[in-house]
T-cell receptor, first 113, second 113 residues
Framework: DAGITQSPRYKITETGRQVTLMCHQT?????MFWYRQDLGHGLRLIYY???????DKGEVPDGYVVSRSKTENFPLTLESATRSQTSVYFC????????????FGAGTRLSVL | AQSVTQLGSHVSVSEGALVLLRCNYS??????LFWYVQYPNQGLQLLLK??????LVKGINGFEAEFKKSETSFHLTKPSAHMSDAAEYFC???????????FGTGTRLTIIP
């Protein structure tokens, strides 16, 4: 399917476990982003990537790892999940021109018990 | 650093009444401004954007927003609310040359029948 897809949509895990959230886009967009959405905070940027093999920290990167070996994929890994990482995670992509918009996936709801 | 303030985390209006959602930004130069909408259990969708040119911007579903540099505001309006407008609305800002978006904390719009 065309667009941007996230998997899984829902995930329950335990503290200390490693979790990987997947993001795949079919537009060949240069930029990809990971956000977390929490009540009272809106969306906060975790990491972003300008191209394959180029990643950079956002506002709240601690406890997260990303990689981008292929343009279309941008997985987010929680190396040792904590309860504070319970959140809804959104992936987005954009072409990377100044006036371009970001396109969002449907989100992954993660619960860390 | 860029910041966005959305006044009112919850707004309720009657069906058919005017919708006004407020957004103020902090920036030393006019930024690019966006309004996104999030329906329940979905990702964010672009409503409208301001980049350059006309300060009154029209978006989808009858929404519009006006960029007022003197007030550093980008308020979202719709003349007549519809039940389908019930959602969460996010204002976001992007600087020229920077692909990162900074989001406000969101406003949840409830429509009263």
């Amino acid at each position: 399917d065309a667009g941007i897809t996230q998997s899984p949509r829902y995930k329950i895990t335990e503290t200390g476990r490693q979790v990987t959230l997947m993001c795949h886009q079919t537009w060949s967009h240069s930029y990809m982003f990971w956000y977390r959405q929490d009540l009272g905070h809106g969306l906060r940027l975790i990491y972003y990537s300008a191209a394959a093999d180029i990643t950079d920290k956002g506002e709240v990167p601690d406890g997260y790892v990303v990689s981008r070996s292929k343009t279309e994929n941008f997985p987010l890994t929680l190396e040792s999940a904590t309860r504070s990482q319970t959140s809804v995670y959104f992936c987005a992509s954009s072409q990377g021109t100044n006036v371009d918009i970001q396109y969002f996936g449907a989100g992954t709801r993660l619960s860390v018990l | 650093a860029q910041s966005v303030t959305q006044l009112g985390s919850h707004v309720s209006v009657s069906e058919g009444a005017l919708v006004l959602l407020r957004c103020n930004y902090s920036s030393s130069v006019p930024p690019y401004l966006f309004w996104y909408v999030q329906y329940p259990n979905q990702g964010l969708q672009l409503l409208l954007k301001y980049t350059t040119g006309a300060t009154l911007v029209k978006g989808i579903n009858g929404f519009e927003a006006e960029f007022k540099k003197s007030e550093t505001s980008f308020h979202l309006t719709k003349p007549s609310a519809h039940m389908s407008d019930a959602a969460e609305y996010f204002c976001a800002v992007k600087d020229f040359g920077n692909e990162k978006l900074t989001f406000g904390t969101g406003t949840r719009l409830t429509i009263i029948p």
